[in-house]
């Protein structure tokens, strides 16, 4: 009995300390774009008609909710429109409450039959044409069953744009999630997560959809014209808005948090299949956590580049980690921001990789060149020798975010530069990575990446 009374005692003292620390941390600090009062901190624009001209008091707040309503229009007339919040955002969740009533208005076509949506990353409403429809975005698209049949909400839809899933370019312009069906007039919660260029949809707190890399679809003439004006291809970030598409609709709560620009690290040899992640035509093999590369016989020079081992995915901004094992005279290269896979010496960005430590025997005061490890090719040679002797792991730690490149050999910074740097200026902002195949021995390990 005493010792029964001690071990409860313990119990309720553990408790106590775990619901005190709950109770210290920090609160979530969600910002409310929407006040439930007005429209302060919105821009309305509609088709047909000039930013700011809110036509038939479309969008208006009433009882505490932000409405879309219908009842100053005779027929719809494709006077698509869109409230966007005066702020852009980049790593956010986003969290809004929503759902559809009465009916559709007179005109309004089939599809947009309960039908309304969430356009995050958009184009800023000043760049929109007066009579274009839908701002270049991404939508979470936000349905209402119908009497009968299945109708997902927290769908992926793609005005001017593309992402990528599983590992491939995705150019369907609406892709169904994996939630339930919601009819009627109920509330329904839907978030959107961003982290990084990792893109999350989630209904009632679980997830429907996932997807990565959201970016400008040049074949697209309004993602054509920003692409001309000189806008990044990728996605990071842009404007939020909400959509008036013929059936009204209420939003009770848009509320967002902010998050750290950095994305989750991806083990990208984890599962044990090199195939999940990577692809290539050549002899790399990965076992017991080690990718190896063994040339096969004839093979020769580093030309062969559908051979290299390439990421699946796409980055912009991304920070890698990795450890790297040459043998004496061993040569390979790390390959960023590769815009065409066909050419990636000319289209990309190398981190050399190289047997650099034999170098540096009998040689203390040798010039380095872009060639020894941790050199950028073309033409930037690192500030210090940290390679390690052949058969020795090394390890790089790569970080390239906006126009800043730093790269860390062995814990040492070995290189840091600016990517409008004159060698530099007129490669790829984005694109493949890849490490090289230049028939010779190499053996990876450790291989992980976050987007930035």
Not at 118 to 136: C, L, S, W, Y
């Amino acid at each position: 009995m005493k010792a029964m009374t001690i071990f409860s005692l313990c119990v309720l003292v553990c408790v106590s300390r775990v619901l005190a620390a709950e109770d210290d941390a920090p609160p979530e600090e969600w910002i409310q774009l929407f006040n439930g009062k007005n429209l302060d901190g919105w821009k309305v624009k509609i088709a047909g008609h000039e930013l700011g001209e809110n036509f038939a008091d479309t969008f208006r707040v009433e009882d505490g909710v932000l409405k879309v309503s219908y009842d100053g229009y005779d027929q719809f007339g494709d006077k698509f429109g869109h409230i966007f919040h005066e702020r852009e955002f980049s790593s956010y969740r986003l969290r809004v409450e929503y759902r559809f009533t009465g009916e559709q208005v007179r005109g309004g076509p089939g599809w947009a039959y309960r039908n309304s949506g969430v356009m995050i990353h958009g184009q800023a409403p000043e760049t929109i044409r007066k009579d274009q429809n839908f701002p270049v975005s991404i939508e979470v698209q936000l349905l209402g069953g119908r009497e009968t049949g299945e109708r997902s909400t927290a769908n992926l839809c793609t005005p001017g744009t593309n992402v990528v899933m599983d590992g491939k370019l995705h150019t369907r312009h609406c892709t169904n999630s994996r939630s339930e069906t919601y009819r009627g007039d109920q509330w329904v919660t839907a978030e959107i997560e961003v982290r990084g260029n990792r893109i999350r949809h989630l209904l009632e707190g679980e997830p429907v959809l996932e997807y990565t890399d959201p970016q400008l679809d040049p074949r697209d003439g309004d993602a054509r014209r920003l692409l001309e004006e000189g806008k990044p291809k990728m996605l990071r970030g842009g404007t939020i808005s909400l959509q008036s598409e013929s059936h009204p609709v209420e939003f009770r709560k848009v509320e967002l948090l902010e998050l750290d620009d950095a994305g989750e690290w991806v083990d990208l040899l984890s599962g044990g299949d090199l195939s999940r992640f990577w692809e290539t035509t050549g002899n790399w093999k990965l076992d017991d956590g080690v990718v190896t590369l063994t040339p096969r016989p004839g093979e020769t020079g580093w030309s062969r580049f559908d051979a290299y081992l390439w990421l699946k995915q796409r980055y912009r901004d991304f920070e890698i980690e990795f450890d790297y094992r040459v043998e004496k005279h061993g040569n390979s290269g790390f390959y960023f921001h590769v815009g065409d896979r066909k050419s990636p010496v000319a289209k990309g960005i190398e981190v050399q990789i190289y047997d650099s430590h034999r170098e540096s025997e009998g040689a203390k005061n040798r010039r380095l060149t872009d060639h020894d490890s941790g050199g950028i090719i073309p033409g930037i040679p690192p500030a210090k020798n940290a390679a390690r002797p052949a058969g020795e792991w090394n390890h790089f730690h790569i970080t390239c975010r906006g126009n800043d490149l730093t790269v860390k050999l062995n814990g040492v910074v070995v290189n840091e530069v600016k990517l409008d740097h004159p060698r530099l200026e007129s490669r790829p902002k984005e694109g493949w990575i890849g490490f090289q195949d230049h028939a010779l021995p190499l053996a990876l390990r450790k291989i992980r990446i976050r987007g930035l």
